[in-house]
T-cell receptor, first 113, second 113 residues
């Protein structure tokens, strides 16, 4: 089983809203990732969590705030986003924090009005 | 600096024929390579990987070839099927080093009946 689940599937929010994206995996993976993907572009890494600790932040604006409550869950808290933040947000996990195979969830399509 | 390049943005193939997707990389630290398939508005699906100690890996209709001296890898799909129509991303990482996958820009494959 290589399933990563993400909720919600679609999200529309205003620039003053606060919302959260959720990601879950039950494969015992020790690394989890957030990516952002714009149309016709490759996924762009945002954050990496290794053993529930933030290990990489790719200079992401503070209006994006990740959280890893436990080894199976990863959240991305959103606040005061801009319309240019509209994108597909992907969560992934891998067995090891090294450059191991990453398994992706289906994504959350975010639209910021 | 594009460390992983897919120079063909699109490829059209007839059903039953071979599809060959190419990928070049520049960073000699990369030692693990992956191919992902992506449908619109969905997360990437892992297809096949290869480590630098091998030059070929096969899984059903999918074969990946690695030429380390040329820093080049390719994905062969034989026989191609209409359901293979998607965007294919190659990705590279270092199993012993950084925790990132570096993605290519993608090749859109269209398999026509």
């Amino acid at each position: 089983d290589t399933e990563v689940t993400q909720t919600p599937k679609h999200l529309v929010m205003g620039m003053t809203n606060k919302k959260s994206l959720k990601c879950e995996q039950h494969m015992g993976h020790r690394a989890m990732y957030w990516y952002k993907q714009k149309a016709k572009k490759p996924p762009e890494l945002m954050f990496v969590y290794s053993y529930e600790k933030l290990s990489i932040n790719e200079s992401v604006p503070s209006r994006f705030s990740p959280e890893c409550p436990n080894s199976s869950l990863l959240n991305l808290h959103l606040h005061a986003l801009q319309p240019e933040d509209s994108a597909l947000y992907l969560c992934a996990s891998s067995q090891d924090p090294g450059g191991d195979t990453q398994y992706f969830g289906p994504g959350t399509r975010l639209t910021v009005l | 600096d594009q460390q992983v390049k897919q120079n063909s943005p699109s490829l059209s193939v007839q059903e039953g024929r071979i599809s060959i997707l190419n990928c070049d990389y520049t960073n000699s630290m990369f030692d693990y390579f992956l191919w992902y398939k992506k449908y619109p508005a969905e997360g990437p699906t892992f297809l096949i990987s290869i480590s630098s100690i091998k030059d070929k890996n096969e899984d059903g209709r999918f074969t990946v070839f690695l030429n380390k001296s040329a820093k080049h890898l390719s994905l062969h799909i034989v026989p191609s099927q209409p359901g293979d129509s998607a965007v294919y991303f190659c990705a590279a990482s270092s199993l012993t080093g950084f925790q990132k996958l570096v993605f290519g820009t993608g090749t859109r494959l269209l398999v026509s009946p």
